[in-house]
């Protein structure tokens, strides 16, 4: 292998003329000084696409949102009515105390639930606590009230409506009311109700 | 001044780019054209490599400069021949072409003819080659250089050796 040994030598000879020269060295000059304006030239075109691809993400978002139906009720489908007096688009209708009162009274109620667990699933149990509510309800002046505790009442035809309650508070995220009986009378039903 | 002063001293001294360029441009033009066969890939290959060292600054060592910068050429060869691979595949590999100088026009014939072998191996080969002989890298600087194990590097050089002799002895059959 005499031969690669002497490659640097070889080399030498067949490539004199392949030099690295001044030339080459100015278009190195040349291209590390134009390096800053292309990257801002990549930002510039980068800002635009970047830009209209939000737009068209927020426009999917908010198409999305108008097709979604505002309530559906068909027989075993869940429906959640969130607290709050503004009708919107929202995957969840909002209603106000009052529409949620007039929404129970149209319904069977099959089963009542709070965040801490107690679930009141008997049927006339149920009717007997929101006639109860429907009746010694009233409203009171607004008040700061924790997000955590929320009252869920299931109706049979798969439908449900959450409301957050504070005993003695509930509130539909405008107005609060207050109903000791109503809480009263869930702790005094006997255990396992 | 004593040997620890001289290279501390080194070791805290910088090469300009200018020192760079003329240190060592023409082995990586010239590794670059033996790797690619072609001249004008081989002058961009050394300006990018250039570019990229006036661009993002490597803080290189004193003394590891070269091996950087045929790391950087190499990769970008690499890049640049896996890009024209179907061309080369459909239209040949462009031959060797020399650039000698005027007096020694007339003996190099046998330099060509290594020249072309080198030209003919497969890039991985290539590679070791032309850094173990041609720039005199060490197997352990190769590792580095490649990202591959030393053992590779020995296996390629052995290897790429032997397609070489199989070469040389084709060449030399009358």
């Known amino acids: ?193 | 001044m004593s040997q620890i002063a001289l290279n501390h001293e080194q070791e805290t001294e910088k090469r300009s780019f200018d020192e760079l360029y003329e240190l060592f441009a023409t082995d990586v033009l010239r590794v670059s054209y033996y790797y690619l066969g072609n001249r004008e890939q081989a002058e961009d290959v050394t300006q990018d490599v250039f570019v990229r060292l006036l661009i993002n600054k490597p803080d290189l060592e004193y003394g590891k400069e070269k091996a950087w910068l045929f790391k950087v050429a190499l990769n970008r060869c690499r890049d640049l021949w896996r890009s024209a691979w179907i061309k080369k595949t459909i239209l040949g590999h462009p031959g060797f072409e020399s650039f000698p100088a005027p007096d020694e026009l007339n003996r190099m014939t046998e330099d060509i003819d290594l020249a072309n072998s080198i030209n003919r191996l497969r890039p991985e080969f290539k590679e070791v080659v032309l850094l173990f002989y041609y720039q005199g890298f060490s197997v352990s600087e190769i590792s580095a250089i490649l990202d591959i194990a030393e053992g590779t590097v020995s296996s390629r050089l052995s290897r790429a050796r032997e397609k070489l002799q199989k070469d040389f002895k084709g060449d030399e059959k009358p």
């Open chain 1, 1 to 193: 292998m005499n031969k690669l040994e002497r490659l640097p030598e070889y080399t030498d000879s067949i490539l004199h003329g392949l030099t690295a020269d001044q030339a080459l060295k100015h278009r190195i000059l040349k291209e590390a000084a134009e390096q800053p304006k292309k990257k801002n030239i990549l930002l510039f075109h980068a800002v635009p696409i970047l830009c209209s691809m939000i737009a068209v993400l927020l426009f999917a978002v908010v198409l999305l949102n108008e097709l979604k139906p505002v309530s559906g009720s068909d027989q075993g489908e869940m429906t959640v009515f969130a607290a709050g007096s503004n009708q919107t688009a929202s995957p969840e209708t909002v209603y106000s105390f009052e529409e949620i009162i007039k929404e129970i009274d149209s319904k069977t109620i099959s089963r009542i639930e709070f965040v801490n667990g107690t679930v009141i699933s008997e049927p006339e149990t149920c009717a007997v606590l929101f006639s109860i509510l429907k009746d010694k309800a009233l409203p009171v002046d607004n008040q700061d009230l924790p997000e955590s505790a929320v009252m869920t009442i299931a109706f049979s035809d798969g439908s449900s409506i959450q409301l957050e309650s504070y005993p003695p508070l509930l509130t539909d995220g405008k107005k609060v009311w207050t109903c000791q009986a109503f809480f009263d009378a869930i702790n005094d039903l006997p255990a396992g109700n």
